[in-house]
């Protein structure tokens, strides 16, 4: 595999010019050429660590819908109905008017669907070691429900030590898939996983992995 890796401390989106600097939270980004291939080396990490953290959990807000009808509306979520399966969830919250969706994934990763998590905003995977009830998971989640941002993204973690946080990015030239989780000694596995599988390089040297201009 070509993947690399980066390790950093803090909450650091891979698309965000402001990330947070916090000890206390990790971020470890996986970096490829292309979707797939990042996306096969994220299922590597996962297949070992999956026995720990078998619960996966897609969520995704509707944050570019407007409705101009209530038929408008009602049309949408009879579409959002018909891709859902048992447990899976589509909720608006009354406050914003704004639907979020969590759907099962099964906890195989290899057998997830990924096509609404390649290169998305708006969506991300929730891996848990337990599982919560799905209405209050839905809440909790709708705090990026606007736009994801680090600051979003430690709140919901500060709360949440046990679950991992895992976001994709996609263009033409790269492509990466993220690990946002709680800085502990029960997370220094995940990792420990991801050294034992790929190369490490520092974020300075990214625009040469980019561009095939250095060796890794």
Same mark, same amino acid.
């Given at each position: 595999?070509?993947?690399v890796?980066?390790?950093?401390?803090?909450?650091?989106?891979?698309?965000?010019?402001?990330?947070?600097?916090?000890?206390?939270?990790?971020?470890t980004t996986l970096?490829?050429?292309?979707?797939?291939?990042?996306?096969?080396?994220?299922?590597?990490?996962?297949?070992?660590?999956?026995?720990?953290?078998p $619960? !996966?959990?897609?969520?995704?807000?509707t944050? #570019?819908?407007?409705?101009?009808?209530? #038929?408008?509306?009602?049309?949408?979520?009879?579409?959002?109905?018909?891709?859902?399966?048992?447990?899976?969830?589509? !909720?608006?919250?009354?406050?914003?008017n704004i639907?979020?969706?969590?759907?099962?994934?099964?906890?195989?990763?290899?057998k997830?669907?990924?096509?609404a998590?390649?290169?998305?905003?708006?969506?991300?995977?929730?891996?848990? !070691?337990?599982?919560t009830e799905?209405?209050?998971?839905?809440?909790?989640?709708?705090?990026?429900e606007?736009?994801i941002?680090?600051? !979003?993204?430690?709140?919901?973690l500060?709360?949440?030590?046990?679950?991992?946080?895992c976001?994709?990015?996609?263009?033409?030239?790269?492509?990466? #898939?993220?690990?946002?989780y709680?800085?502990?000694?029960?997370?220094?596995? $995940?990792?420990?996983?991801?050294?034992?599988?790929?190369?490490? $390089?520092n974020?300075?040297?990214?625009?040469?992995?980019?561009n095939?201009?250095k060796?890794?």
């Open positions: 595999m070509k993947t890796y980066i390790n950093e401390s803090g909450v650091r989106p891979w698309e965000s010019i402001h990330p947070i600097n916090d000890a206390r939270f990790t971020t970096v490829d050429y292309d979707f797939n291939s990042v996306w096969e080396s994220w299922c590597s990490v996962m297949d070992h660590l999956s026995e720990e953290w $619960i !996966k959990r897609e969520w995704t807000s944050t #570019a819908v407007g409705f101009n009808s209530k #038929a408008e509306e009602y049309l949408f979520k009879k579409y959002i109905s018909n891709t859902l399966t048992t447990g899976d969830l589509c !909720k608006k919250n009354e406050n914003s639907y979020s969706i969590i759907k099962n994934r099964p906890s195989n990763p290899r997830i669907q990924n096509l998590l390649e290169g998305s905003h708006n969506a991300v995977l929730v891996i848990q !070691k337990s599982e799905i209405e209050e998971l839905w809440f909790k989640m709708t705090v990026f606007n736009l941002t680090p600051e !979003k993204i430690r709140v919901f500060e709360s949440h030590a046990n679950i991992l946080l976001r994709f990015y996609d263009s033409e030239t790269h492509a990466a #898939a993220q690990f946002f709680k800085t502990s000694h029960e997370n220094e596995i $995940i990792l420990e996983k991801i050294r034992n599988l790929f190369n490490k $390089i974020i300075e040297d990214i625009h040469f992995y980019i095939r201009t060796n890794t």
